[in-house]
């Protein structure tokens, strides 16, 4: 099963246009959008945050669907899949907490606080190093993946509960973008003009980044696969 | 089904296909009597024993021990406190029940015999969890009179109670779960708690607050949002424990 030369050129492709997509992101972020009115600089730093949830949720949201069409089919690929997935949702996760702190820190003046927002999302993240922790833990590599795809599709209450708590929950001081809100936050802002075409092109390059994150990530898998597989053949022929 | 990828294995293909057999197999004995049976046989096999319950109650009071001499709060401190001291209590306790549930039926062999018994897999799955979650309540109980002695606030208040079985309803239901994936692990004490912390803190959570609001005897529209999350996570929890538990013990 030798990784085709096409798919890892459409890769290669890829990885440049995510590059050149993150590069310009960046110039939007720092020179086309201007310092905004209340927050000033700090704002800046939003673009990323957001992005870079967008990441995490859709990569958790593709280890769901990897999840139920394993135990479905049985194929290893869908394993993969789920596992790549976590893992570049992870380290999204971790940036979007990163980001948020940094940006927490002029604007509410603290680097953390048990905000409603604030723990979901870092229920979120411990949920997802629990997968990893289980896939470590268990040693038949078929059980192990029957169990992290169950555990990948219940770890996504996680995920919604982090969505849904600014929606219901009056307590959050944390803004919400898109739809509606009960609560009162600090620093939310208006999204408009330039501020609003910065933001889909992050959001855009960010959901990039992550396809070819997650493409990067399944193609190691494989690799290393295939070199264990070497391995055995070059041992059984000594 | 005959669409599939080329990739998989013979091997992939036999499991399949006995999965699809243990699907379609009928069971012989009424749903809810093979439910009631499997909690019933934990029960007996408790009662004779005593092994858990005894050193579940222990924990229990040791662990309000610790809190009040830990925390040394005064009247006010404690009525705020109260209600995160009775769940951490509940969830750590629950916790030593939970992973000897299944670690128990598998150390002797008994698991197996109960995976070919002709009943439903997710028959088991509630008689065992209506099993663990009786314990649970015990416990939940004993404490709350517990707490109400040596914390002198009434913890017995038909709210708190249906706070308490909702809260547990939806611990056991997930954590039944997830023990029965942290049994085939190599270190399957740590692991049981590193996966159900995550998954039971929005159930904690809301427990906590909600019943710190009906301690504080605030108005309904600070209590009932919680109690409302509650429910739903154990509708979501009960129905994902349903769809997925087959998958779980398939073997």
């Known amino acids: ?238 | 089904m005959s669409a599939r990828g080329d990739s998989t294995t013979k091997r992939a293909d036999v499991q399949a296909a006995s999965a699809r057999a243990v699907k379609v197999r009928r069971p012989v004995t009424p749903y809810w009597r093979a439910v009631g049976a499997i909690a019933w046989k934990d029960l007996r096999a408790e009662f004779r024993s005593r092994e858990l319950i005894n050193s579940m109650l222990l924990f229990t009071l040791m662990t309000v021990m610790v809190f009040s001499l830990a925390l040394e709060l005064d009247a006010e401190a404690r009525q705020t406190t109260v209600a995160g001291v009775l769940w951490v209590t509940i969830v750590f306790a629950g916790l030593l029940g939970l992973s000897r549930s299944l670690a128990s039926e598998k150390d002797k062999g008994s698991l197996d015999a109960l995976l070919l018994a002709p009943i439903a897999r997710s028959a088991l799955f509630f008689g065992k969890m209506f099993g663990n979650l009786l314990f649970v309540l015990v416990i939940a109980f004993v404490l709350m009179v517990l707490l109400t002695v040596m914390f002198n606030i009434t913890l017995i208040h038909p709210l708190l109670i249906l706070l308490v079985v909702l809260g547990s309803v939806g611990f056991t239901t997930v954590g039944t779960l997830l023990s029965s994936m942290s049994v085939h692990a190599r270190s399957r004490e740590t692991l049981l708690p590193i996966l159900l912390m995550p998954v039971v803190l929005p159930i904690v959570i809301s427990a906590v607050r909600g019943s710190t609001a009906v301690l504080n005897e605030l108005p309904s529209e600070d209590w009932m949002p919680w109690l409302q999350l509650l429910a739903l996570a154990d509708v979501i929890y009960i129905a994902a424990s349903y769809a997925l538990f087959d998958f779980v013990v398939e073997e």
């Open chain 1, 1 to 238: 099963m030798a990784y085709s030369d096409r798919r890892t050129r459409i890769l290669t492709g890829l990885t440049y246009a995510a590059l050149a997509l993150f590069v310009v992101a960046m110039l939007m972020d720092f020179f086309y959008v201007g310092p905004e009115r209340q927050q000033g600089e700090a704002h800046r730093i939003f673009y990323v945050h957001l992005g870079s949830f967008l990441g995490s949720f859709l990569a958790f949201g593709t280890a769901v669907v990897a999840g139920i069409a394993y135990l479905r089919s049985r194929d290893h690929k869908w394993d993969t899949l789920g596992l790549s997935a976590v893992e570049i949702g992870l380290g999204f996760a971790t940036i979007t907490i990163v980001t948020g702190m940094a940006w927490a820190r002029p604007i509410w003046n603290t680097w953390w606080t048990w905000d409603p927002r604030l723990t979901s999302v870092a229920i979120m993240w411990l949920a997802y190093a629990a997968y990893m922790m289980l896939r470590t833990g268990i040693e038949d590599p078929e059980r192990r993946r029957r169990f992290a795809a169950v555990y990948g599709i219940v770890a996504f209450a996680s995920v919604l509960y982090t969505v849904i708590i600014i929606r219901v929950r009056p307590d959050t001081i944390h803004p919400v973008v898109a739809g509606p809100t009960q609560a009162d936050p600090e620093g939310a802002f208006e999204v408009s003009g330039r501020i609003r075409d910065t933001l889909f092109f992050n959001l855009f390059t960010f959901a990039v980044i992550t396809v070819v994150l997650v493409w990067h990530r399944i193609r190691l898998e494989n690799l290393s696969e295939r070199v264990a597989r070497r391995k055995m053949e070059v041992l059984a022929d000594l």
